[in-house]
């Protein structure tokens, strides 16, 4: 079996909304210290709706599909939703990564939630109540 799936190579090769937002509402930025990828997600929010989001990837093949499939799963989506994309769900809408790949979907959600955070910070009365 080939060690990444048609969909890892495809995003990698063509990654979707690859690029910044510059009046962002959100922008998150992380990384993983072991490998030295770093990811920075930038999010439009009106409505309470992703209406646009892009990203930068200084990373790995895996990392770059990541960012890419996690951005086309919350394009659109209600924040709440957003917020809740786990990497597994990224790696399963890849169909799957090696197992030492998985850390780079974990960015991804890791980016996602810096960026929604950084937007909850600038807009304390969206913040839902916990
Ligand atoms: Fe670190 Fe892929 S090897 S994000």
Redesign the pocket.
Known sequence: MALYSEKVMDHFRNPRNVGTIEDADGIGEVG?A????I?KMYLKIEDDIIKDVKFETF?????IA?SSMATELIKGKPVAEAMQLTNKAVAEALDGLPDY?M??SV?AEEAIQAALEDYYAKNPDKKPAE
Do not use: P, V, W
Not at 34 to 37: E, F, L, R, S, Y
Not at 59 to 63: E, H, L, N, T
């Open positions: 993983n072991k490998c030295g990828d990811m990373g790995c093949g895996s990392a990541s790949k850390h780079c960015l």
